[in-house]
């Protein structure tokens, strides 16, 4: 019996230690599975950005050093396409059409959106609806946008019946040299001036009650609680939104194809439209590859200099 007994707890013993080496192999295998899963779950995702963004972004990279010559073959150029644009008058002419509508664009947006945030942030009636309502046209796509702005623009359309009484004429909305621009800047800041309302009242949403009250308890003038109090809330926000419209601006393209097609004369010639021309009706390229290139790089250099000058830290 006693030998019996021993025997068995022997048994039990060597049970109990296989059990154990197995769990602790399995929780082995499951370690090694979970610390390389992740990895190779995010596979898929990084397959899709390279072949998205880091990709199309080498080949341009490349394209911008070459020649396309007839029959397709190319020639090694270097950094001749990217001398080339300095004497480029189209191309120089594009940076300045680009930079006018940008300043303005922007600059209305963030004008109307930052006064249109401050008044729903009051607690006014229908807020609710308002701000469905303000939303509307960011949510469009800018072909849509584009199409119902060219219906507006066109002769005797619903823009020149409402400036007839004030005018007495047609304008040309898109058709004068000297207005053409302001009205493709107009379609841009109704579509996007709702993204600055947005960004903006979130903000102001987040300024603490209490803080704001104890101020005005002590007597705080109300620009004053608005530069030490809320502003800092704000200012990331703001520079976030200024580098989103900004280089958005910068890449503008359905809207002035479908209004204008960079016309008349030029008026409304912005740098992708300068691209798509010298790529897709020139057939050169090299030359709109380095275009491109350049406008990334004026794009990286702003966004760092927006935070650089704001001293955000993201």
């Known amino acids: 019996m006693a030998t019996e007994t021993g025997t068995d707890v022997h048994s039990t013993a060597d049970l109990d230690e296989q059990l154990g ?3 602790s192999t399995r929780e ?12 190779l779950m995010t596979l898929p995702a990084v397959f899709l950005l390279f072949a998205l963004t880091f990709y199309p972004l080498l080949r341009a990279i490349q394209m911008s050093t070459q020649q396309f010559l007839p029959g397709g073959r190319t020639t090694y150029v270097g950094i001749e396409n990217y001398v080339n644009l300095l004497d480029n008058g189209a191309f120089l002419e594009s940076l300045v059409v680009t930079g006018k509508f940008i300043g303005l664009a922007v600059g209305l947006e963030f004008a109307l959106g930052f006064g249109i945030a401050l008044v729903l942030n009051k607690k006014i009636k229908m807020r609710g609806l308002w701000q469905t309502l303000i939303l ?42 000297d207005v053409a621009l302001y009205a493709v800047v107009a379609t841009d800041v109704w579509q996007w001036t709702p993204l600055v309302v947005l960004v903006i009242f979130a903000g102001l949403q987040s300024v603490p009650d209490d803080i704001q009250e104890a101020a005005i308890m002590d007597g705080a003038p109300r620009w004053r609680r608005f530069v030490d109090i809320v502003f800092p809330y704000l200012k990331s926000l703001i520079v976030l939104v200024l580098i989103i419209r900004v280089v958005d601006a910068l890449r503008v393209f359905a809207k002035v194809y479908i209004l204008t097609r960079g016309g008349p004369s030029n008026a409304t010639n912005v740098i992708s439209m300068e691209m798509y021309r ?20 004026v794009v990286l250099i702003l966004a760092m200099s927006f935070v650089k000058i704001a001293d955000i830290e993201f």
Do not use: C
């Not at 082995?28 to 990895?39: F, G, S, T």
């Not at 469009?140 to 359309?157: A, E, H, K, Q």
């Not at 400036?163 to 058709?175: C, D, E, Q, T, Y």
């Open 278 to 297: 010298t790529a897709f009706r020139f057939s050169n390229f090299g030359q709109a590859s380095a275009m491109a290139i350049s406008l990334l790089v």
């Open 136 to 177: 509307i046209p960011m949510i469009l796509s800018p072909t849509v946008i584009g199409l119902i702005w060219r219906l507006m623009y066109t002769p005797d359309g619903l823009l020149d019946f409402m400036a007839a009484p004030f005018i007495g004429r047609n304008v040309g909305w898109i058709s004068d040299p």
């Open 21 to 23: 080496a197995e769990k």
């Open 28 to 39: 082995r295998v499951l370690l090694w599975v979970d610390e390389r899963l992740k990895w």
